[in-house]
């Protein structure tokens, strides 16, 4: 059973800093592509940044230059580092996994969310 554990949310000032984590166990993790997702009351879940099995990354127009994704195969993590946040940050992320080496919809494995609070 693929689990997704997100940790690393909480409440920041405008222009500061949070790192977002996400732990996979139950799937052979250097072989999965995962990304990041985020929601805001009445709004559809928008997508903020993938990583492929190979590294390769891609980001949503919104959060370019500022955001960072990354993954740690040895350890079964992937991460979100996002600098400058904005108010319009806010939201609950998701850490999203396709079994598949190469980004595509639709997902297949969803964690709980961790909520991001940015405070102007």
């Known amino acids: 059973q693929v689990q997704l554990v997100e940790s690393g949310g909480g409440l920041v000032e405008a222009g500061g800093s949070l790192r977002l984590s996400c732990v996979a166990s139950?799937?052979?993790?250097?072989?999965?592509?995962m990304g990041w997702f985020r929601q805001t009351p009445g709004k559809q879940r928008e997508l903020v940044a993938t990583?492929?099995?190979?590294?390769?990354?891609n980001y949503g127009d919104s959060v370019k230059g500022r955001f960072t994704i990354s993954r740690d195969n040895a350890k079964n993590t992937m991460y979100l580092q996002m600098n400058r946040l904005k108010p319009e940050d806010t939201g609950v992320y998701y850490c999203?996994?396709?079994?598949?080496?190469?980004?595509?919809?639709?997902?297949?494995?969803w964690g709980q969310g961790t909520q991001v609070t940015v405070s102007s």
């Open positions: 999203a996994l396709d079994r598949s080496t190469v980004w595509s919809l639709p997902v297949d494995y």
């Open positions: 139950g799937t052979r993790f250097s072989l999965n592509s």
């Open positions: 990583i492929n099995g190979s590294g390769r990354t």
